[in-house]
């Protein structure tokens, strides 16, 4: 556990739905080091959002952690109760979500939401909890902070909601932040703006983060660490740099190649020929098989062991 944040092995998540049994997350092993990025990147349905669900113990019914290790500030959050697990969330783990507009009360002023956080976590007294609130909406960007504490939500622009709900995830100052595709509900300029406070709050504020996208070139200029998932399994992890230099995995390579068909604002990921399976309906063997240029037989038959490969490399693919 030396030098990470988290460190997640043998992930098993799935769903029952009647008769049958889903699996979401299959097999995953991640961790983030300490004061650094983890980009998760992945198509749609591929299991990001379920990663950050998993990790929170938010997984909602019918879905369920079947089995696993969570390891995050030397516990296993798989196995504390719920109330210990509520004591972490919104506190140790700071989270924030794709959608700015749903996520905050619409009847509350956005100060009084700050507050909130701190009094549940922190027990201070309503006059402390004020002067924090305003401090952290100072640290988000806002210039004018006592005019916006009393502000209602749709007083406030989607990148200005989306900066409240950044204040309330590291108003407990976490040692990591769950950002699920915080900026896909954004214009490209406004997105521009928070990943740089995201950057900002990273460096000044000695937190790590898992920051889930779609988007390949965020995470080019963003992040330390890259994971690709693929019908709930990880594929390749790897330090971004090396990662763009010299993909491993015939699928990150194909991710890459389908960034320069890429419009500049298009937030989708564009991909390779074939389609994600469905995850009720997995071929055998290597989950992207079908869809890979490379296919051996053994990939048609048994599904690679996740490898590391030292350099901070992992993969799962048998060319390797
Ligand atoms: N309530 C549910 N019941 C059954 N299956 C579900 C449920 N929620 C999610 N799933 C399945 O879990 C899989 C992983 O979903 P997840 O939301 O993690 O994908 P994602 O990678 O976050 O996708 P996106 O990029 O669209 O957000 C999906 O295939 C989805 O069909
Ligand atoms: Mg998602």
């Known amino acids: 556990m030396e030098g990470y944040i988290i460190e997640i092995s043998n992930l098993y998540t799935s769903f029952f739905i009647d008769t049958q049994v889903i699996p979401v997350i299959n097999d995953l092993n991640l961790r983030i080091k300490k004061g650094k990025v983890l980009g998760l990147i992945g198509e749609s349905g591929s299991g990001k959002t379920m990663t950050a669900l998993s990790i929170l113990r938010l997984v909602p019914s019918p879905g369920k952690i079947i089995s696993g290790r969570v390891c995050f500030e030397g516990k296993d959050l798989l196995s504390l109760t719920n109330r210990e697990m509520e004591s972490i969330r919104g506190n140790r783990i700071g989270m924030i979500f794709q959608e700015p507009m749903t996520a905050l009360n619409p009847v509350i002023r956005v100060g009084e939401q700050i507050s909130e956080t701190l009094i549940t976590h922190k027990g201070l007294s309503k006059k402390e909890v004020r002067e924090i ?3 952290l909406l100072k640290k988000v960007g806002f210039e004018d902070p006592g005019k916006r504490y009393i502000q209602y939500p749709h007083q406030l622009s989607g990148g200005q909601r989306q900066r409240v709900l950044i204040a309330i995830a590291i108003s407990c100052n976490p040692s990591l932040l769950i950002a699920d595709e915080p900026t896909t509900a954004l214009d490209v300029a406004t997105e521009a703006q928070i990943l740089s406070l995201l950057k ?3 460096e000044t504020q000695n937190m790590s983060m898992l920051f889930i996208t779609h ?3 965020i995470m080019k200029r963003f992040g330390d660490h890259i994971g690709i998932m693929y019908a709930g399994r990880l594929l390749e992890m790897a330090p971004v740099v090396d990662f763009f230099n010299e993909p491993l995995h ?3 390579k194909g991710l890459i190649d389908s960034i320069f068909t890429l419009r500049p604002n298009e937030k989708r990921l564009k991909v390779i020929p074939g389609f994600v399976p469905r995850l009720s309906e ?3 063997g290597c989950k992207f098989h079908p869809r890979c240029n490379y296919a051996m037989d053994i990939c048609k038959k048994d599904e690679p ?3 590391d490969l030292g350099n901070e490399r992992w993969i799962r693919c048998y060319l390797f």
């Open 200 to 202: 900002e709050l990273i």
């Open 133 to 135: 609130s305003l401090e």
């Open 250 to 252: 015939p699928y990150s």
């Open 282 to 284: 997995l071929p055998e």
């Open 305 to 307: 062991p996740m490898q």
């Open 215 to 217: 988007n390949l070139n």
